[in-house]
Structures are given as C-alpha cells and as structure tokens.
C-alpha cells in the first residue's frame, strides 16, 4: 500500500520524513528536537510559495513540483548529478515530470536546494521574497558543484600563527554592546559573516542545528556522492557560531535571548571556541574583515566612546571629525568628500562656516586652533 502524495502547502508534511530525505535515515528523537529552528524556516519557505498581489502571480503556480515526494525526488537527483549542468539535470527530470516546461523545471529546483541546504537560489522574478538573504542566481554554464565551489571559496589570504590570534573580546556581545554593529539573521548560509560597513551591521547564519545534521549526513553516508557544501565549511560554520557566541559568557546569553536565538539551546554540546584564524579555511576571509571593523575602527558615537576599551588613548585622541571652513570652492570641496566618506565607510562629521568679514578668525576660540589667525580654506 502506497502512502499518499502530500502537497507542499498542506502543511501536512511528515517532519521525520523530511529529515530523512535531507540528513540521511540516522535521525533519532534528539536530532529531530534540535532541529525545531530549521523546520521553522522550512514552513516560512513553503508559506512564500503562496504570496503575490494575486494567486495567478503565487511561486506555487510556476513550480512542476507540487508535493513533498517530487521534491525529495529533485533533492535526490541533485545529490546524484553534482557533477552535471543545469540543463542535464532538468533532462534528468523529465522523467518525473514530463513535458514541463523549462522555467517550471528550475524554480523546483532552486526550492529544493532552498529547503535542503539553505542557500537562496531564486530566480530574479522572485528575488525580493526574502529581505533578509540575498538571492543568487545559478546560469545553465556552471556544473552544480562548481557553482557551490564559487559561493564557498577557500581564503584568499594566508597568515601566520602570530597573526592569525583573535582576542577573547571578538565576541557578537562585545561588537554590539561596543562597537555599535547590529546583527541581521539570514536565512542563506552563503551570507553568513557578510560584513555591511555603511549599515554597521553583519549578517549570522544561526542554523547550527542545520549545519550539524548536513555533517552527521555526509560522514554516516555510505554512497559514493561527494557533499555539494564542503564538509569542512560546514564545520567552520558551527566553529564560527561558537567563537562569536560563547555560551559560558553572561553578555552573550543576555544578547541571545533578547534575540530569540537558542541554537545553543540542542545538542551536541562539544563546544569549541577556537581563537585562531588558522582554524578557518572557508570564513577567514569574512572574520578577518569584521575582526578589523571590531577592534581598528573608531567609535561610530560618543556613547560607545564612553564604553570603550579597546585603545582609549587613541580613540579619545583622535575620534571625531569637525569641518571648520568658509564657503568657498575649497571649503566645498572637503565637504563633499566628507559626504562621499559618510556614504562609503559610515564616518560621522560636523561643521562650522565662518565668514571672515566679520573678523571671525581673531576670536579666542579661533586662536586656540590656529594662533597665526589666518582662515582655514
């Protein structure tokens, strides 16, 4: 007897039979606690696939897949045929799906690779369905395991075992609380340490349950198939969540909670927190960038001024950035390249414009900046 197809909207889904399509047969009442926030995300995607300013306008409506089978079936030809192009994996699947068309073919597949291993693939018409991740786009030139080769690459940058030692402040509580960098949760594991400098703010990846059950998948798994995700990127992940989000640490439980983040909350509990860059291959790059925005960037404020501690001496010496000029071509000129750094690099500035026919520059104040009281450009 044949269990009956369940379609994708009906919420009626089996979640053992969604972990053991995805993360292998091994899953047991422990793993399947844990991974509460993934199924959370899974019925968020699948509640997209009815938005739009009308039904006819639904992602439901231009997907060949329609219930949970079809798309463990597309999940399993994706696993099979890492090593193929987009166009013959869509000719592998005309056997299950007939004469669909082309566009019908490709949007199930980016779900399918949405739902297994969270990386937003979309299709431009779609792109802006998710705020909080950015969508990427995979073209019909590059086999499937060279595109997620692009997405993840290995550092660009080699340090030695000096340079490559992180303090025990890099922490997300200390960035916040500190250096007034905000954290954006996303959804898409390729934006995962992404560092926004003009916003101040860095995207986390908090789906360690996800990460873990991909690894205990690949290393139960007995097939010949090579993981699409690098086992040792996955690793790096939950090593990463682990650095930033020390679960011993007060501040960091405080930041958590008040966030609604519990990704520390499951186990395995082997928590490890490394501080050395040499420990990542995949994310060194990305922490290396945001371990410079923490620990060389000025305060972006005077409050976070009063509670820093990173190099007093410097900061108090130097921070804040006052325009004193006239206005003329020159003094224009600096103020559009103060603007240009704003936009750029987020750099706070002031100014005063003087007017030196009222004899401005022999006032004290003036004289205290610039005792010859000649006026600045």
């Known amino acids: 007897m044949t269990s009956t197809p369940v379609g994708l909207t009906s919420r009626l889904g089996s979640r053992l039979q969604i972990a053991q399509a995805f993360f292998g047969t091994a899953c047991g009442d422990e793993q399947m606690r844990s991974l509460q926030q993934y199924f959370a995300y899974f019925d968020q995607e699948l509640e997209m696939l009815r938005r739009g300013l009308s039904e006819q306008t639904w992602l439901i409506k231009c997907l060949v897949a329609k219930t949970y089978e079809d798309i463990f079936h597309i999940v399993d ?18 056997s299950r799906f007939g004469s669909a068309d082309q566009l019908g073919i490709n949007q199930s597949i980016n779900l399918a690779i ?30 499937l395991r060279s595109f997620f080769q692009s997405l993840f690459p290995h550092s660009h940058w080699q340090v030695t075992a000096q340079s490559s030692r992180l303090g025990p402040h890099f ?61 040792e990127l996955l690793k790096e992940t939950k090593l990463s969540l682990d650095l930033l989000f020390p679960p011993w640490d007060d501040k960091t439980m405080t930041l958590l909670a008040k966030e609604k983040q519990n990704f520390h909350e499951y186990g395995p509990f082997e928590v490890t927190r490394t501080l050395t860059l040499l420990d990542f291959d995949h994310w060194r790059d990305r922490l290396m960038e945001l371990h410079e925005e923490i620990f060389q960037s000025p305060p972006a404020n005077w409050a976070q001024l009063w509670r820093d501690r990173r190099n007093p001496q410097q900061f108090w010496t130097f921070w804040g950035l006052h325009l004193i000029t006239q206005s003329t071509p020159n003094g224009q000129k600096l103020q559009i390249f103060l603007e240009e750094l704003k936009d750029v690099y987020g750099t706070e500035w002031t100014t005063t414009l003087i007017d030196i026919r009222t004899n401005v520059q022999k006032s004290d104040w003036f004289l205290q900046l610039n005792p010859n009281g000649k006026p600045f450009p």
């Open 171 to 231: 922490t997300a509580a200390f960035m916040q609380r500190v250096c007034g960098l905000s954290i954006e949760w996303t959804t898409n594991l390729q934006d995962h340490l992404l560092l926004n400098r003009p916003r101040r703010a860095v995207r986390i990846f908090p789906y360690k349950c996800h990460s873990q059950a991909l690894i205990d998948n690949y290393q139960n798994n007995t097939s010949n198939h090579s993981p699409l995700i690098p086992l």
């Open 114 to 143: 949405r739902l297994w291993l969270m990386v937003n693939i979309q299709e431009p018409e779609f792109a802006g369905l998710r705020h909080e991740a950015t969508p990427i786009q995979w073209n019909d030139k590059s086999t």
């Open 77 to 94: 030809v994706l696993r099979k045929n890492g090593d193929s192009r987009r166009p013959e994996i869509r000719q592998h699947l005309l």
